[in-house]
């Protein structure tokens, strides 16, 4: 089921539309903690990284849920 999930069509396009949005809104939240203080934006690459791979990970496995949830539902409506 794993390899039908991640080769569905639409499947890392959502991965990637929700990567990028959780790490600005990350970001964001992170920013709002230092109180908007504008030394936080000399962000290191480090944090930059620290970003994009939660988002990866949140938009993985948010997206996953969403294409197995629908591809179950679909298999049992056809027995």
Do not use: E
Not at 9 to 18: E, N
Not at 37 to 64: K, P, W
Request: hydrophobic share 55%; glycine share 10%; proline share 0%.
């Amino acid at each position: 089921m794993f390899k039908q999930v991640i080769h569905h069509k639409g499947f890392w396009k959502s991965v990637a539309i929700l990567t990028l949005v959780f790490a600005v809104v990350f970001f964001f939240v992170r920013w709002a903690f230092v109180g908007f203080n504008i030394g936080f934006l000399d962000l290191s690459f480090r944090t930059f990284v620290a970003f994009v791979l939660g988002g990866f990970l949140y938009g993985f496995f948010v997206t996953y849920g969403k294409f197995w949830g629908k591809l179950k539902h679909k298999a049992n409506k056809n027995k």
